[in-house]
């Protein structure tokens, strides 16, 4: 199967600052990333739909501003959680697809930002 | 707007033996795929089969497999001789083929292997 990475699989940081988390497929091109959010023994949240060289498309609720994503190439998305705070502690999880075919989902191994 | 549902939301299976994961699943669409994907504790999610809505042969990876009722819209995973390493919340997803975009995941189901 394809291989998706992401980076840092765990960050610590101060409220206020901000949080880039990168995702990229290693072996593959991927035009359209996903990202979601994760708590503890739950589903996957989808916050936004990353698309190659366009804006995001985010889900509903989800804040713009707060969680910045960029898809500036094939194989690299990333997801800037801004001015961060306790309550954006999480985990979060990239996935990415071939463009063509039944679209199976390959996963990053997630990253886990804790807000101090 | 699909929507997928796993009623159970823990199962536990003797190292071994057999289990089936339920995952039903509504739409009104014809042409689509479903999926079933594992979370282990490390929690990188992997693929672990697929089925396309159009064939009506059910789906075999090694001693995963799918009985797959179209017309019930249910999508059940049943894992044979069931090792410690299956323990994982696993889960159902559906993908249109028409209107290609997200994944709908259902809400999961951990599963306990005892040895």
């Known amino acids: 199967g394809a291989v998706v990475s992401q980076h840092p699989s765990r960050v610590i940081c101060k409220s206020g600052t901000s949080v880039k988390i990168e995702c990229r497929s290693l072996d593959f091109q991927a035009t359209t990333m996903f990202w979601y959010r994760q708590f503890p023994k739950q589903s996957l949240m989808l916050m936004a739909t990353?698309?190659?060289?366009?804006?995001?498309?985010?889900e509903q609720g989800v804040e713009k501003d707060k969680f910045l994503i960029n898809h500036a190439s094939l194989t690299l998305s990333t997801l800037t959680v801004t001015s961060a705070h306790p309550e954006d502690s999480s985990f979060y999880i990239c996935?990415?697809?071939?463009?063509?075919?039944?679209?199976?989902?390959?996963f990053g191994e997630g990253s886990r930002l804790t807000v101090l | 707007a699909q929507t997928v549902t796993q009623s159970q939301p823990e199962m536990s299976v003797q190292e071994a033996e057999t289990v089936t994961l339920s995952c039903t699943y509504d739409t009104s669409e014809s042409d689509y795929y479903l999926f079933w994907y594992k979370q282990p504790p490390s929690r990188q999610m992997i693929l672990v089969i697929r089925q396309e809505a159009y064939k009506q042969q059910n789906a075999t990876e090694n001693r995963f497999s799918v009985n797959f009722q179209k017309a019930a819209k249910s999508f059940s995973l049943k894992i044979s001789d069931s090792q410690l390493g299956d323990a994982a919340m696993y889960f159902c997803a559906y993908r249109s083929a028409i209107r290609a975009g997200k994944s709908t995941f259902g809400d999961g189901t951990t599963l306990t292997v005892k040895p």
């Open positions: 996935s990415a697809r071939f463009s063509s075919g039944a679209g199976e989902l390959f």
């Open positions: 990353s698309n190659e060289g366009s804006k995001a498309t985010y």
